[in-house]
């Protein structure tokens, strides 16, 4: 068996000096014990005898004679050349000493011994459990998000990377919350130019992806229980970071233009905030019309609401051009806007940011100081070269075209194993599109069953904060070549009963 720590990393054995029981004995019962508790576990290393002596301030007779004592034993193991470790073959009582209470139910302890009750607060337990959303798991067709990884420019990264890896010495230290003032400059400007965002360096805070964003936004502007708007369907991460919250969710439908903003007035005419995905809504990848996009800002102007706009994805169109924000319409500073290099870069960079009105500025700042103070300023200036330099840019426009590529792929495969019996929807941008199932399906069925088959589906009901009104899956295409895409409609149709099923 191999372990990885250091066998400089002591552990913990008590000494007390002024005790009857002699040093070597302590350290005996101490490493015994640790043994015995499975703090140290078969195979690991243990220090020299020198060393620990050092280590502990005493002479080496005592650790010698305990280190004896224990091999005697059979605790440890001495491997001539290389040192002393924890024995790799313990006596089975002595590896699993912890089963026995771990086995015991609480029928079978009396209530004077029945361990008390372990509460949890009821915000942590009103997001579903993981083992709930197997669908999450995986990364096979058509787990989503899912960027095109394979185009990832890796050789000028490495080279950026490099480039940062030596940092100087005001980079090791503590960091205001906003971020790294380049990247904050080189995202205003993006921002300015590429999606019509109003916004300074000074407004913009980068954060660790758009879910930190999510989260740090409901701590500044909710109280508990406060209404918000959340759109039915809507992205489950919004949902998630709402209940964690405390918010009381008002799920609102959305159509053919987005959100319905009357809808929304005629449910909860005095929410705190609404939670929208106006350029490309999550899953059903309609754009929000002009219209409604002036009704919201209006609405929301004149009855002091908050709004916050999830551009997950806006760089992804392919039928027409860019859709400016929503954010670049707001003339009563009501929105906070928020961005990630989830989609356009990879997901475990974990960067994103928020353009914040200004007076919400110094609240955004003492609330992050309080979370995780600011992100690794490390990847902030790779990122920030990456786009100086051009790399993005270049990214962008490959990434897009095959994005395209891939979803023309994906849905001519879907016509082709399901013709008009699956309706494809929301395929004009981003790197998903939503098939909606023909009566009679339950999508977390079908989800689970094509999961056997290896193929990750999420289902549309999943997105629902209120009751389902309709059954499908949501299909991420952006990560996989055109033959894994045909290959996965396959094995749906497997599932589904297609045309060659
Ligand atoms: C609506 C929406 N917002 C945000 C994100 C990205 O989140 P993050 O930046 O935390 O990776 C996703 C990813 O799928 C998404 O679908």
């Not at 009704?295 to 999830?310: F, K, N, Q, S, T």
């Not at 979370?371 to 786009?387: C, E, H, K, Y």
């Not at 897009?400 to 879907?414: I, P, S, T, W």
């Not at 069925?445 to 899956?473: E, I, K, N």
Request: glycine share 8%.
């Amino acid at each position: 068996m191999s372990t990885t720590l250091p066998p400089g990393i002591l552990p913990v054995v008590p000494l007390d000096r002024k005790s009857r029981k002699p040093l070597y004995k302590q350290l005996y019962d101490g490493y015994r014990n640790a043994i015995v508790e499975r703090r140290l576990r078969a195979g690991q290393r243990l220090p020299s005898t020198r060393s620990l002596a050092d280590e502990l301030q005493i002479s080496r007779i005592p650790v010698l004679n305990a280190f004896e004592q224990l091999q005697a034993e059979g605790y440890f193991e001495c491997r001539v050349g290389v040192g002393t470790f924890v024995a790799s073959s313990l006596p089975d009582a002595l590896s699993r000493p912890a089963r026995q209470a771990r086995q015991a139910t609480p029928a079978s302890l009396s209530a004077a011994t029945r361990p008390a009750p372990r509460i949890l607060a009821k915000r942590s337990v009103a997001a579903p459990p993981p083992a709930a959303w197997p669908w999450l798991e995986g990364f096979e067709p058509f787990h989503c998000p899912s960027p095109p990884l394979d185009h990832f420019p890796l050789k000028v990264w490495s080279r950026l990377v490099a480039r940062h890896a030596r940092p100087d010495g005001r980079d090791l230290q503590y960091h205001f919350p906003m971020g790294l003032t380049e990247l904050r400059e080189t995202v205003a400007e993006y921002l300015r130019t590429s999606r019509a965002v109003r916004c300074e360096a000074d407004q913009i805070m980068i954060v660790s992806g758009s879910q930190q964003a999510l989260d740090l936004t409901t701590r500044v502007l909710l109280d508990d229980r406060s209404p918000v708007w959340v759109e039915d369907p809507g992205y489950f991460g919004t949902h998630h970071a709402l209940r964690l919250a405390g918010a009381r969710i008002v799920p609102v439908p959305v159509d053919d233009e987005g959100l319905d903003v009357d809808a929304g007035i005629a449910l909860c005419p005095r929410p705190r905030a609404v939670f929208v995905t106006p350029s490309h809504q999550l899953p059903l990848g309609v754009t929000m019309s002009a219209s409604r996009r002036l009704r919201l800002l209006e609405w929301a102007d004149a009855r002091g609401v908050w709004i916050i706009e999830d551009d997950y994805d806006g760089e992804y169109r392919y039928g027409n051009l860019p859709i400016a924000s929503l954010q670049g319409l707001d003339r009563g500073s009501r929105v906070i806007y928020i961005g990630t290099f989830t989609k356009c870069l990879f997901p475990s960079l974990r960067l994103g940011y928020v353009v914040l009105p200004r007076d919400l500025v110094p609240s955004f700042a003492t609330t992050r100081r309080a979370m995780d103070m600011f992100s690794p300023l490390f990847f902030q200036r790779v990122v920030a070269d990456f786009i100086r330099e051009g790399y993005f840019e270049q990214h962008l426009r490959r990434t897009r075209l095959v994005c395209r590529e891939r979803r023309e792929a994906l849905v001519a495969a879907l016509d082709h194993e399901f013709g008009s019996s699956l309706r494809v929807t929301g395929d004009e941008a981003g790197m998903f599109l939503l098939t909606l199932l023909p009566p009679g399906h339950r999508d977390r069925d079908v989800a689970m069953r094509a999961a056997g088959h290896g193929v990750r589906t999420f289902p549309l009901s999943a997105c629902y904060a209120g009751r389902a009104r309709q059954q499908g899956l949501v299909l991420g295409y952006g990560g996989y070549r055109p033959a894994q895409l045909e290959d996965g409609v396959r094995r749906l149709g497997a599932v589904l009963g297609g045309n060659r099923s």
